[in-house]
Nanobody, 133 residues
């Protein structure tokens, strides 16, 4: 059974940093694309960043480029999101997600705004990030 457990959220002042972690189990990490999403109140879930666990390819939504860094520890089946220079607009519930790599299709799947419609995407519970101004 695929399980994802996100942690590391909290309350931070604008300009501060947080590091989110996602512990994964139930699947072979190298065979999946994994990523971070966020959902602010009243808004749709948004892709923040994704990574191909097999080759390390990464992508970021434009609003976080240069501030956030996604990484993995494949030996620990762990995903991280280092968030620096946080802004109040980064306030949201952050979710980690995993989907089979499918020869690169999974990595592209993480970028799809309709990702919630896919059956083969696994979600962890969210962790709240609140950035005060």
């Amino acid at each position: 059974e695929v399980q994802l457990q996100a942690s590391g959220g909290g309350l931070v002042q604008a300009g501060g940093s947080l590091r989110l972690s996602c512990a994964a189990s139930g699947f072979t990490f190298d065979d999946y694309a994994i990523g971070w999403f966020r959902q602010a109140p009243g808004k749709e879930r948004e892709g923040v960043s994704g990574i191909s666990a097999s080759d390390g390819s990464t992508h970021y939504v434009a609003s976080v480029k240069g501030r956030f860094t996604i990484s993995t520890d494949n030996a620990k089946n762990a995903l991280y999101l280092q968030m620096n220079s946080l802004k109040p607009e980064d306030t949201a519930v952050y979710y980690c997600a995993a989907t089979p790599s499918d020869y690169g299709l999974g990595y592209e799947r993480l970028k799809d705004p309709a990702i919630m419609e896919y059956e083969n995407v696994y979600w962890g519970q969210g962790t709240q990030v609140t950035v005060s101004s």
